[in-house]
Nanobody, 118 residues
Framework: QVELVESGGGLVQPGGSLRLSCAAS????????MGWYRQAPGNQRELVAS???????NYADSVKGRFTISRDNAKTSVYLQMNSLKPEDTDVYYC????????????WGQGTQVTVSS
């Protein structure tokens, strides 16, 4: 199994920035895809951004140009730099990882709250 440990959430004013981090506990798994989802109460979980092991990225239209996803060289951590934050970015953010080998298997973090408010 892989435990995904998130950090970096919090309260920020509109226009501010936050950086989310997610570290995978087990390096045996080949995490070919990692990313961030977000979910508000009563809503479906939606993709924010993802990055493959080769560095290919994908972003939700609502965050393009404001958020940047990246991975470390060991491919076991993923980061989300969030700039120009808006109140509508307020959500619980979940780290996600997909393992092809062993696998296919999907893993989720416990979630970290991001609140954008003045």
């Amino acid at each position: 199994q892989v435990e995904l440990v998130e950090s970096g959430g919090g309260l920020v004013q509109p226009g501010g920035s936050l950086r989310l981090s997610c570290a995978a506990s087990n390096r045996i798994f080949r995490l070919n895809l990692m990313g961030w989802y977000r979910q508000a109460p009563g809503n479906q979980r939606e993709l924010v951004a993802s990055i493959t092991i080769n560095g290919d990225t994908n972003y939700a239209d609502s965050v393009k140009g404001r958020f940047t996803i990246s991975r470390d060289n060991a491919k076991t951590s993923v980061y989300l730099q969030m700039n120009s934050l808006k109140p509508e970015d307020t959500d619980v953010y979940y780290c996600y990882a997909h393992s092809a080998s062993p696998g296919p298997l999907d893993f989720w973090g416990q979630g970290t709250q991001v609140t954008v408010s003045s």
